[in-house]
């Protein structure tokens, strides 16, 4: 697979909705992403086969601190190393620290998070709805 990281435009709207759709149950609005991409503290990337949007992730950085707000990879296109190059990407940012929330049932989110040295450092309560699940809270300091 030939994918680039690039940096996400308004243009990408609906790509990063598609995929909003396909991966969570409680997926953002069109208006949800257009107002982070419009965010100076956002910054999305998505992974590009030509056209086609693969997977994508965002994160908020603000006064040196990091904060995912998603990564999703379209279903067919996942194992293949994508999200991987997404966080690394993500982390290429200045800040002290990036952190994340992840399902506690994620088990192949969590292993690739602790492989790029993330740590889990707490447990959100019913953070997630449909279905309800803890959050493990994962950081990297950098």
């Known amino acids: 697979m030939n994918y680039e990281i690039v940096r996400a435009t308004l243009d990408d709207v609906a790509d990063i909705k598609k995929i909003e759709d396909e991966c969570f149950s409680v997926p953002?609005?069109?208006?949800?992403?257009?107002?982070?991409?419009?965010?100076?503290?956002?910054?999305?990337?998505?992974?590009?086969d030509g056209k086609l949007v693969l997977g994508y992730i965002g994160i908020q950085v603000f006064s040196g601190e990091g904060y995912v707000t998603n990564v999703a990879t379209l279903k067919e296109y996942r194992k293949q190393g994508i999200a991987k190059a997404l966080v690394e990407k993500a982390l290429e940012n200045e800040m002290e620290f990036l952190t994340l929330e992840v399902r506690k049932s994620n088990i192949p989110a969590i292993n690739l998070y602790s492989k790029l040295g993330f740590e889990?450092?707490?447990?959100?309560?019913k953070f997630y709805r449909e279905p309800e699940e803890d959050a493990l809270l994962m950081t990297k300091y950098l």
Do not use: D
């Not at 889990?120 to 309560?125: H, L, N, S």
């Open 28 to 48: 953002w609005s069109e208006k949800s992403i257009e107002e982070s991409l419009n965010n100076p503290c956002s910054h999305f990337y998505l992974a590009k």
């Open 120 to 125: 889990t450092v707490g447990v959100r309560q």
